[in-house]
């Protein structure tokens, strides 16, 4: 019953969706669905074990279908950014349809470029628009050489660094992190993005892994109905948020490189990393340990991955061609083991769980 109730849900959706893009210039848009909203728990009562049972695979099919589409709708209005939070939210949550997956990759990959400040970029399946020549205007004949050498120096300029991530033991390769530092040149300046939001929902930080570049500040969101007391002891980068009711938030700039990993000091299950890169030239490993990092002028670079399951960051040197560097594999360890207890906000061993 959920499953037919998200995928009429998600028909409905992909009409609007196509009504919304294919619009004339000057028309009306359709006003905003109500079904585009992030507001969990869902309010269905809860009464008997079954109720829970359901409830929650409701509550799983709704908040996948709402990252699907917002970041499709913030895609297709040009905010990039936003899109990009959507949908590295989607892809881990686990156990994810691989059919999903399929589908938004190819856009999140043409989104992180855009993005970042390359809008020349483009991934198979992600059509760019064709050239339009202005009504009444002639299109004259241009010299044979003068666009194939245009092209030329653009790709030269800006190249792509792709590849796969195997390892990470149980965990699997996803949520690694990799980030380039240049050995023979100088590195482009760092800007911190915008909108970066780690939320928790169901006794979970979302998303699992967040990637930043130093100097980035970070919004912890709860979206639960229950309180949290989001913290890291990860110095020089530790805060403590405090005890935060539904739709309290938290900001905290990360300014020192390094894996940050966040933990809640009342639900001692809940875990999860922000990692933060002394480069601007980063990305996140898909779930399949895909990954992609535009921008990269050509050169000798060291590159870094670091990986949650990993004793140690992975380390190895590249050359980016006027082609760019593609097939590049990176191998994460798998042996880090757990601590003997999950330490509270103070360092120590954890009292027993408070139960909500």
Known sequence: MVKTRALRCGAAALAWLTAAASAPAGAVEPPAPKWLGDELPLPLPVKTPQDIGFKSAAERQYLIFNLMASGKLAYQRGDYTMAVDKWETLLRISNLDPQIEKAVTPFLVDARAKAAGHPGSHVEGVPEPEPVTPPGRIERTVEPRARPITRRA????????????????????????????????????????????????????????????????????????????????????????????????????????????????????????VFVVDSPLYAKAQASGAFSIRGVAPGHYELAAWHEAASNITRKTIVVGGEGAHDVTVTVGGDKRPGPFVPDKYGHKRQPQLGY
């Open 154 to 273: 653009s790709s030269f300029s800006s190249v792509l660094v792709s590849g796969t991530v195997i390892g990470g033991g149980q965990i699997g390769p996803g949520g690694a992190v990799l980030w380039l530092k240049r050995l023979d040149g100088p590195m482009p300046r760092i800007a911190p993005p915008t909108n970066q939001v780690v939320t928790q929902r169901e006794k979970t930080f979302l998303p699992h892994v967040l990637a930043i570049p130093v100097g980035t500040t970070v919004q912890f969101r709860n979206d639960d109905r229950i309180y949290h007391n989001v913290f890291s002891i990860a110095k020089p980068n530790d805060f403590d948020a405090g005890i935060r009711a539904t739709g309290a938030t938290y900001t905290r700039t990360f300014n020192s490189p390094g894996a940050v990993e966040i933990l809640c000091n009342i639900h001692s299950t809940m875990n999860g990393y």
